[in-house]
């Protein structure tokens, strides 16, 4: 067995936890990127007759794109026998339909793109909606890996009397579940979305809190407009302050920091994107699914 992960930059921490647990070797990935914007990728040559990933968390997938295909291209050209794509947060999978005249549906688009390039993919947690899993998307294997078991691990450690609160109705199904994880309740709140960086979230029924910690979990956070409103209206109710858990934070610039002002207790994320809230390890989750899909081409 001959299996070698190629770790953009960012995800080297990650890469150091997820290596042993896929019986691979850390191999060589440089990315430069030139004033011009260009990119330059260097990566390992020794990859003859090897199985390979590339641990690439794509929060800025336009920055990305052709480090990733350069990358996976490269490696074929030095002899590797298959090259996965191991992305612990995945892309334009929001846009999964036309919601105005002559829009890209990019979430396809995307799937296309890296099927171009890859044999597989492993992802956590990705934000499905209209489409029901992965594989209705993509036309290589793709697997899901649930982050579910972490967060409530996480939350039955550090927070006492939690009551887990879901943003919106599209948490629903994956909040129950960390709830249900952690034995502790859960309350979905409603939440109307009014433009890129404005949106309304209504207030819970107290009576449903019996004065338990809140722990706000989202999917991705991005402006975290959702999560500052959530704490202000459990701050009007004169509650706990809140516990905010991102699975993905993406943060945007400015946004971490209008979070914690905005009085929580603490934020917590898995390390699926390098951030200074990293709090919750993926890697051994991560590496269950990876393992079985090392060579999957």
């Not at 004033?35 to 920055?63: C, K």
């Amino acid at each position: 067995m001959n299996r070698v992960l190629l770790p953009f930059p960012a995800q080297a921490a990650l890469a150091d936890a997820l290596a042993p647990r896929v019986g691979a070797r850390i191999g060589r990935l440089q990315w430069r990127r030139f004033p011009d914007g260009e990119s330059l990728v260097t990566v390992d040559e020794a990859l003859h007759a090897a199985d390979v990933a590339i641990l690439a968390s794509l929060h800025h997938p336009d920055e990305m794109a052709m480090a990733l295909r350069f990358a996976a291209a490269t490696a074929r050209e030095f002899g590797a026998c298959s090259v996965g794509l191991i992305a612990p947060y995945l892309a334009y999978m929001r846009q999964d339909k036309r919601f105005h005249p002559g829009e890209a549906i990019s979430a396809t688009l995307f799937a296309r793109f890296l099927e171009e390039s890859f044999d597989w993919l492993v992802t956590v947690d990705p934000h499905l909606h209209r489409n029901p899993d992965l594989p209705s998307l993509y036309r290589i294997p793709a697997r899901r890996v649930a982050a579910a078991p972490a967060v409530a691990g996480w939350i039955r450690e550090n927070v006492a009397d939690a009551v887990v609160i879901g943003p919106d109705s599209e948490s629903g199904q994956w909040v129950s579940d960390i709830a249900h994880r952690a034995g502790v309740p859960y309350l979905v709140l409603n939440k109307i979305r009014r433009g890129d960086r404005e949106v309304e979230v209504g207030a819970p029924d107290i009576a449903d809190i019996g004065g338990r910690t809140p722990v706000i979990v989202d999917d991705i956070v991005s402006s975290a407009r959702t999560m500052i409103e959530t704490a202000g209206q459990l701050k009007a109710l004169h509650l706990p302050a809140p516990v905010c858990v991102a699975i993905h934070a993406v943060f945007a610039p400015g946004a971490y920091e209008q979070l914690l002002a905005a009085g929580v207790a603490r934020v917590a994320s898995t390390d699926s994107i390098a951030h200074a809230s990293n709090a919750i390890p993926i890697a051994t989750l991560l590496g269950h699914a990876s393992a079985d899909m090392f060579g999957n081409d």
